[in-house]
């Protein structure tokens, strides 16, 4: 797919076909992934693939656990009607898990984020790479990243970026529009 298209062509998914993810794009999609830059070439992320419904359900759980969180702290209340269901039926989660420890030099100098700068690049190379392969995809972090690590037995020295659901969209979703890139010139300007 032409570059530009596929940038905008990428969209986040919530409802999906019941049609399995092959072995094959599996691997284009984290192939696309370990290509992504990382603080001295490191490579902090690693990849948990779900495809088995019990496991996805105990996914949904940590969700629905997540909205009860959100309501018991009176946040949005938008969040309460945040449909969980769509997670269990994605053909693929890919949670994507790395070591923050793995960040390059820039805990030397106030910058510790670098692990999970690579691996959002990484997750960004997933998704176009979803897309392009005429699939759809969902970065979702609606979870909290503790009860996640007890259901997939990650171990405690790493974090988690995301839970990438991936498929067979079952409509088009319309693409939130963006507002005009707001650059600076030469220096930060408030105006
Ligand atoms: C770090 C990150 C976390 C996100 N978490 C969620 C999520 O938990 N649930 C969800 O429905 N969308 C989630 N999104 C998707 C955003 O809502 C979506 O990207 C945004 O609304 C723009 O829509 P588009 O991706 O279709 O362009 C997340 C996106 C990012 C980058």
């Given at each position: ?56 359900a105990q996914i949904q759980k940590t969700g629905i656990e ?18 969980m269901?769509?997670?269990g ?54 979870f909290?990243?503790?009860s996640?690590?007890?259901v ?40």
């Open positions: 797919m032409e570059f530009d298209e596929l940038i905008k062509k990428r969209r986040s998914c919530r409802a999906f076909k019941p049609v399995p993810v092959t072995e094959d794009q599996l691997q284009a999609i984290v192939t696309a992934g370990q290509w992504a830059p990382s603080p001295l070439n490191e490579q902090p992320f690693e990849f948990i693939s779900v495809t088995d419904p019990a496991v996805k997540a909205k009860q969180i959100i309501e018991d702290n009176n946040g949005p209340a938008w969040a309460k009607k945040y449909p269901n769509f997670i039926e994605a053909p693929l989660i890919l949670v994507v898990v790395y070591n923050p420890n793995k960040g390059g030099l820039g805990n030397y100098f106030g910058q510790p984020h670098g692990a999970l700068q690579s691996t959002s690049a990484c997750i960004q190379n997933m998704l176009l790479k979803a897309t392009d392969i005429g699939l759809d995809s969902l970065w979702f972090t609606f909290n990243p503790a996640l690590k007890t997939l037995d990650i171990p405690t020295e790493l974090d988690v970026a995301g839970a990438v659901l991936i498929g067979t969209p079952a409509m088009e979703a319309k693409a939130p529009p963006r507002r005009s890139p707001k650059i600076h010139r030469d220096r930060f300007s408030k105006e």
